[in-house]
């Protein structure tokens, strides 16, 4: 194991990402021994391990949504507090991309490494702001890693959706939002903006919107859309999990707008693919110029890319002079649904 | 053209009629002319640059963007245009963004070398959006689901001025069309129409239903037949010749052959058809002539078009519509036999003197190219749109058959929830010798909104595998469907297709099994 080399001490077996002389792995799929998790969202944080590090909230969601995150201990970790695990220190910082979310920087024999989980570099009023962190090798994630994504300011979206229900003040507008993290920024936003009616959940999101209250964040009056009449939810705003914005559940609402809160909503097929009248472009993941403006800023002379569109990724750090390579870890899907 | 931007957006992503009309009409209302009046010249007759615009884009974006990635990005996107507009690096930052008006007169005036510079410009200051609808205004397809008529039908709402209105006038006013906005507006006279050929909107039937059959009384009434064809005006008035559809649009130059053939001064009402030597062709003849902006020779000789006439409007500049049918027919027949054009002939009206008779021989046509049977009152003018009480439409009663239900897809705005359009299938032998079901035909209406609910039901629990919207279900339900008529294809797997075919009943109640062959469909075939 050569500091330098760092394919000889970060390796790649069937749980994903592993650090040698720490003895951990980062995000694994299948029972580990140890893992650091740096957020909650079900295709990084998996059951089954024995120990954990994650920060406060992270464990918090693990807990809600698993039951318990590790199954001998879990170990809390404060933003820039370094730890040592094993032979390595571990310092998390924020990422940017929900609550509890975090880079995992490795420092070993003076190199360092920062394992960034997804994150995003735009202001989110529900979670602390990305810290960049200098690095020698950026591990780094690629769900938006093409030049045509280009996200927009969340605000004007979240304005382009009041200003749709005072057009069509007889319709819900129903908004499609992942569960953990985009349904509270969407909120947090709409808030930001004055709007201070209550907001309509599905049933399935009112657990993470508790969680959030919990560590402080602020989301005012939220009501549960199952029990509401079509007559109460005319000119409302409902949140819904993307499966059920455009399916069964949403036919109680009067004469829906159907939106959806994503980072694919730039790309107009997949918007109508999915039915979608009211397209909003707000993502928790780096756009592409994020994405090429960090791995420039961190300076890292060596960049690994992890799961997303990581061809042309891959593609522009070789014309930018450095090393890349794709790590291929398996059970990662396409994010920000 | 930010405005004209959010429209175009608006539009692409809104699916319900009645809210593409509300933002069609709003945009009318507020945006200044002439924009407003180039925007509506891009919804309906299209603006043609006459510039290699698609080239001069590609090459424009090669010298921004890393090619790589840009291959990348177009695979993903899966459109080149909406890929350049948002790929297109920077934007939406310091100059304002172009005027509509301003991006339409100064590319019509400009010489093809500066061009390259101007569009680059615009890009630079257009964000995604509206970099997006300059791409698709300069190369001319907008595909945003509006239709001219749609467009026209916006006008009318907007302004109040009735739609048949509007259409009369449509082919005598030009982009961008101040002289029309300003009528619509009240500030302006209605655009003179006088001498020219212009489309004068048609008088449409009604469907008869059978008791009112029986009320009918043949002294009132004429009948003719009803040809397979597509309805047509012909005109040619102030040395201009044009064809037009049902709905106004000039398909004249997919038709070079019949618009030669009519003779000046007259506006005339008929059955677009493809007749050789004196038999009319089966519609799907006349099917290969449409849709297309041209025609080529070997098409001319092959399927050679003919008008059957069933009115005339206009000879020599006097408007003929106030008057009673029998008077227009005897203008007809008598302007007919003066000019003998080629290419066009009178449908010949039935002698009948009760409804029954008239049944015996509409039981009895076996001639092909018949579509219904016409009747129409002897003392009705000529009256734009669908009046009720003049022209009836009694057709054949439709053809069916039993298929079973293979595909399912989810349906769009109201309907996006439920799987709603349905592909089904009738039964051959496979390979194997085994029976295999191959798709006929699809459908998504001739059932309630109760049937639908139940249907959206069997799909998700007959769902035996999934393509993105589409779902594929056990071959369990049989429908009887029923069509006009049947023809052969080329272009489906079954070799054959329906015309307007409708969900006519939900067998419940029949096995899968004993659903109809593909044979039977073939025997069906009328030409």
Known sequence: MKPGLFETWLTVDRKGLYCRPGGFHIDPYGGAKRAVITHGHSDHARPGHDHVLATQETLAVMTSRLGTPAKRGAQAAVYGEKLKVGDVSVTLFPAGHVLGSAQVLIEWKGARVVISGDYKRSADPTCPSFELVPCDLFVTEATFALPVFQHGNAREEVAKLLRSRERFPERAHVVGVYGLGKCQRVIALLREQGYERPIYLHGALAECCALYESFGVRLGDLKSATGATREELKGEIVLAPPSAIADRWSRRMPDPVTAFASGWMRIRARARQQGVELPLVISDHADWRELTATIEETGAEEVWVTHGREDALLHHIQTTGRRGRALALIGREDEDQ | ?527
């Open chain 2, 1 to 527: 053209m930010k405005a004209f931007a959010e429209l175009l957006d608006r539009l692409a992503y809104t699916p319900s009629r009645n809210d593409k009309l509300s933002l069609l009409a709003g945009y009318f209302a507020a945006a200044p002319d002439p924009d407003r009046g180039y925007a509506l010249a891009a919804l309906t007759d299209g603006l043609f640059f006459r510039l290699p615009l698609r080239r001069i884009l590609t090459d424009l974006v090669a010298s921004r963007v890393d090619p790589v990635l840009f291959d990348l990005s177009r695979d993903y996107v899966g459109d080149t245009a909406e890929t350049i507009a948002l790929i297109w690096p920077g934007g939406g930052k310091g100059a304002e963004p172009p005027q509509l008006a301003a991006v339409v007169e100064t590319l019509q005036s400009a010489l093809p070398m500066e061009v390259p510079r101007l569009l680059a410009a615009w890009l630079d200051q257009l964000d995604a959006t509206g970099r997006w609808a300059l791409i698709k205004l300069l190369t001319g397809a907008l595909r945003v689901g509006v239709s001219a008529r749609l467009a026209k039908t916006a006008l009318a709402e907007w302004s109040g001025v009735p739609l048949s209105d509007i259409e009369e006038v449509w082919h005598c006013v030009d982009p961008p069309y101040q002289a029309l906005f300003a009528w619509l507006s009240g500030k302006g006279p209605r655009p003179e129409t006088g001498a020219r050929a212009t489309f004068r909107p048609l008088m449409l039937s009604h469907q008869i239903e059978d008791r009112e059959l029986q009320s009918i009384d043949p002294k009132d009434f004429v009948a003719e037949w009803k040809w397979d064809g597509v309805r047509v005006q012909a005109a040619h008035q102030g040395g201009e010749r044009r064809l037009f559809s049902r709905t106004g649009d000039d398909i004249s130059g997919a038709f070079p052959d019949v618009v030669e053939a009519i003779p000046e001064g007259v506006v005339l009402d008929g059955e677009l058809l493809v007749v050789r030597d004196g038999e009319v062709a089966p519609f799907n003849d006349l099917q290969q002539r449409l849709n297309r902006k041209t025609v080529t020779g070997a098409m001319l000789k092959s399927h050679p078009a003919h008008i059957r006439l069933y009115d005339i409007l206009f000879d020599r500049g006097e408007d003929l519509r106030p008057l009673p049918f029998i008077q227009r027919r005897a203008r007809l027949e008598a302007w007919h036999a003066m000019h003998a054009p080629r290419r066009i002939d009178i449908s010949s009206l039935i002698d009948f003197s009760s409804i029954a008779e008239l049944e015996a021989l509409w039981a009895g046509a076996r001639e092909t190219g018949i579509e219904g049977l016409m009747l129409k009152r002897r003392l009705s003018p000529y009256i734009a749109g669908r009046p009720k009480g003049h022209w009836y439409k009694w057709k054949r009663a439709p053809l069916t058959i039993d298929a079973v239900l293979m595909y399912a897809q989810r349906g769009s705005g109201k309907r996006s929830s439920y799987y709603s359009d349905y592909t089904f299938g009738a039964w051959r032998d496979g390979e194997n010798g085994e029976p295999e079901l191959v798709p006929v035909g699809k459908s998504y209406f001739g059932f309630t909104d109760e049937e639908l609910r139940e249907l959206d039901a069997f799909v998700r629990n007959h769902t035996v595998d999934s393509f993105g919207p589409v779902r594929q279900v056990e071959a369990k339900l049989v429908f009887e469907v029923a069509f006009d008529s049947v023809h052969r294809s080329s272009r489906h797997k079954s070799g054959v297709a329906m015309r307007f075919p409708r969900i006519n009943r939900i067998r419940w109640d029949k096995p899968a099994e004993e659903a109809d062959r593909l044979e039977t469909l073939k025997a069906m075939i009328v030409d």
